[in-house]
């Protein structure tokens, strides 16, 4: 069985500066993120100063439209700020160009979304062998073992060579989580992971986090559950794309 260590730094070839942060995984100084559309121009973000430390287990909640989805996606570099610093891992996210930004996220960066996003036509394995190919981290030879062994971690082994649409939505999500993991990432970002699933599923996928943030594995969850982000370790608060709230829940 290949063992996962969830402390692994992951390995990075691009030129992005790095910085010194005492420990905090997540830096945003000043973040603004600004989009123009037809109807004018809308902030999404404004000024944003943000610090997550490594192991920590954050939720962000908000009302629709506060900034939640914009901040989850500037962090990963989906989206890019239009002005201010995203610094993550000690790479200064926001001085990438858009070929570094990808090499960096596919290595470093989990992602879990609301929809699952798995490929239809690969089974679960394949799902996660997919994500392990485009990584690059993780030695040829020891890939299939490594996808089977994060199936199991997140209960899944079983349906290791079932296409996603024989799958519960639950099933799916977890799968999803696992396929996360495939580069054991620095950071685990999560928008609305429990937002598609029956009452049921969403406590085994939230259990499933506990469990990784246990482990120490740095988790960022978007989600509109008050009662879910009571149970992060601690919750960020947006209101028109500002911070107007932080506390620590335990």
């Not at 201010?84 to 879990?112: C, F, K, M, T």
């Not at 199991?152 to 977890?174: F, I, K, W, Y």
């Not at 049921?200 to 990784?212: D, G, P, Q, W």
Request: net charge negative; aromatic share 6%; glycine share 8%.
């Amino acid at each position: 069985m290949l063992e996962v260590n969830l402390h692994q730094k992951a390995s990075y070839s691009g030129d992005g500066q790095k910085e010194e942060f005492n420990g905090r995984l997540v830096n945003l100084h000043q973040v603004v993120k600004t989009y123009q559309s037809s109807a004018g121009k809308f902030t999404a973000l404004q000024g944003i100063d943000m610090q997550v430390e490594s192991g920590a287990f954050v939720s962000i909640i908000g009302k629709s439209g506060s900034g939640k989805s914009t901040l989850i996606n500037v962090i990963t570099g989906i989206d890019r700020p239009t002005s201010g610093e995203v610094i993550v891992d000690h790479i200064q996210v926001h001085s990438l160009n858009e070929e570094q930004i990808a090499i960096w996220r596919g290595r470093s960066i989990g992602v879990i979304f609301q929809f699952f996003q798995l490929l239809p036509t690969l089974t679960a394995a394949e799902n996660i062998l997919l994500a392990m190919d485009y990584g690059g981290q993780i030695p040829p030879a020891g890939r299939p073992e490594r996808a089977l062994y994060l199936l199991e971690l997140v209960g899944m082994a079983d349906q290791a060579h079932r296409l996603p649409n024989s799958l519960s939505g639950g099933q799916q999500q977890c799968v999803a989580i696992a396929r996360a993991l495939a580069n054991d990432p620095v950071l685990l970002t999560a928008d609305e992971p429990t937002g598609n699933l029956d009452s049921k599923s969403a406590k085994m996928v939230f259990h499933l986090f506990e469990t990784l943030a246990q482990a120490g594995k740095t988790i960022l969850m978007v989600t509109h559950d008050n009662d879910l982000a009571a149970r992060a370790q601690r919750t960020i608060r947006l209101a028109d794309g500002r911070i107007v709230d932080e506390f620590t829940n335990r």
